[in-house]
């Protein structure tokens, strides 16, 4: 189970993205707690800076006999000037009481209490507010300028600052209160990050299934294909995408696998069905004969049509080889730059006896049409092509030539010609307009198949044209090529 | 027995009539589709063996045609074997159905059981008292003893054993012993006859003066 889930895509990607989700949170909500911290540092200390400077005042106050406004104790009023250093010795000769308001200010235990503690550079107290705490940290006393450090002990917030003119001062407070707040906070902020990861996790999770889904679709079409249901193909909704083309890539393969198997079961099933009546010739005739004792006559007749069907039944399979061999690799491997005049040429004079023999005319007019070709198989294209004008036509005319970028080859007889309802069919195995049996002329009922198929493995085209009555035209065009020299 | 063989392939044609005539049937042969449709319709053959694949006037369009004026037994021949095909056979009226490539054996086999069927007979032994004729391995036998007979004249016995009971013409039984190719002498089936009681005794056949001979 565990391992499953290590090798599911979407599991393994679900978990890394979940950590790079928590990884963004914690980086993105930690420094904010921070800052918030910072900043709320700062404020406290800026208090506590406004603090001391009243609590000073207020001394300088007491000390120059100016009487201090209870209700505004904080009011700024002209003032004589008094110099700090006579101040610094003043508060350390004269006792001294900090006014009411100002004490008010630094009383009690409650949370978010103040307190503060002057001191002379002996760390002797001069004023101090009875709730300060014991472990108050002084600065040592500068050399010139001031000091000033802000520090949190515990639950407390303090500013320490000493002057070179022998004065401690620590006031601080409590910040039990915004302690509180920023616990508070952190939950907060705790709790808004683990919801924005299990957001994330959840729509990770959604958005994995939706890219994973045609991934899906893809490996149970592949299955079903695998399964024999060859014709299955996957449905492409995005073709643009990487899914999308991986899928056209496929079909692309599943078509190609298709046709390969389609042309093997079609061999197969041709082979077996035109090969069944040969052998049930050569069953019953030899059957027939091993029945009884034979004149030496009724033996060679015997023989004679046994030999007769196995020349049919050859001739059958090499036809059906040739076919299956076309539109492969391994035959475009073969070509070479031909000339169809040439090659028509020879395949002509080659058929010079049948047509002798038939008498019929043949002529030919051949100019140069240069192609890539297999010269083999387009020497066997020309020669059934006329072949079949010499069966079923009359006299023959074979024409080369080039017209508009394709190397054509014609082959025009002068016969009955084709009907229109069996001129679609004509290219199709097997398939005889004059229904004639295979074994009794000599032919297969593929020529013109393998004709086809060796115009189409050239890249080229093969075309019927008939009237009946005005004879048959057929016409093969196969892509130029220019000639080396 | 008269059988008619309607198939394209000239080869397979001669083979197949020469194996039947040396099963002493008597064989009219047909090339094509309309021509094989003529002669059954003109003839009453004991069976037809009809190939599928016919230039012109397939199988299934000769059989259709035939159907329903003739009821003569059909076997098919077709170089294609799915059941489809072989209901579609069936189906169309055919009698029977075989695939090539076949045995001949197979086929002499069930020619006999269509003729014997289509004469209302089911088991390839007939018996007449003593005297019993076994259709499957072409052999009579008198009291247990087999009789050497002619094919000709156990051809004109199966016929008439075939249809034992029922009067049957001289011109039926020259139709269903003599191809188209035989030179009929009317004397002849009278010297088969004679020849018959002759070997088997005078009782096994008689005759209906004006009317034909029968078998009881």
Known sequence: MIKTFLQSLRWRLQAWHGLLLLLVITASVGPAYHFALENQNQRIDRELGRMERSLIRSLMDVLQGIPVDPANPGARQDRPYLPFQEFVDRLKREPVKVPETIAAQYDGRDPGYAYYSIRDEDEKVILQSANAPSDMHFLPLPKNDVVEESRSVDQRREVARSTPHGLKIVVGRDITPELHEMQGMAWLHLLVGLGVWLLGLIGGWWLSGRAIRPIRSISRTASRIAEGNLEERINITETDSELGQLSGVLNQTFERLHAAFERQRQFTADASHELRTPITILLTETQRILKRERTPEEYREALQTCNDTAQRMRRLVEALLLLARQDNQVAKERFQPSDLAVIARDAVQHLQPLADEKGRRMESALEVAPCLADPEAVAILVTNLVTNALQHGGNVRVLSSVHSGLAVLTVQDDGPGIAESDLPHIFERFYRADQARTGTSGHTGLGLAIAKAIAENHGGSIEAVSNSGQGTRFEVRLPVEQLPG | ?216
């Open chain 2, 1 to 216: 027995m008269r059988i008619l063989i309607i198939e394209d392939d000239p080869h397979l044609l001669r083979s197949l009539a020469a194996t039947l005539r040396e099963e002493n049937y008597a064989v009219d042969t047909a090339e094509e589709g309309e021509d094989g449709l003529f002669k059954a319709r003109q003839e009453n053959y004991d069976a037809i063996v009809l190939d599928v694949m016919l230039p012109h006037l397939n199988g299934w369009q000769v059989l259709a045609q035939l159907r329903p004026a003739k009821k003569t037994p059909v076997l098919m021949l077709t170089a294609k074997d799915t059941v489809q095909d072989r209901v579609k056979g069936l189906d169309t009226g055919a009698d029977d159905y075989l695939t090539k490539p076949f045995d001949i054996e197979e086929l002499l086999a069930r020619l006999r059981a269509l003729i014997r069927r289509a004469a209302g007979q089911t088991h390839p032994v007939m018996e007449f008292g003593s005297l019993v004729i076994d259709t499957a391995a072409r052999r009579v036998l008198l009291s247990g003893q087999e009789v050497a007979v002619t094919a000709r004249e156990y051809a004109l016995l199966e016929f008439l054993a075939l249809h034992r009971g029922e009067v049957v013409s001289r011109t039926t039984l020259y139709e269903h012993l003599f191809d188209e190719d035989d030179s009929t002498l009317s004397n002849l089936l009278d010297v088969h006859v004679s020849n018959l009681r002759k070997k088997l005794g005078p009782d096994v056949i008689t005759t209906r003066r004006g009317h034909g001979y029968s078998i009881a």
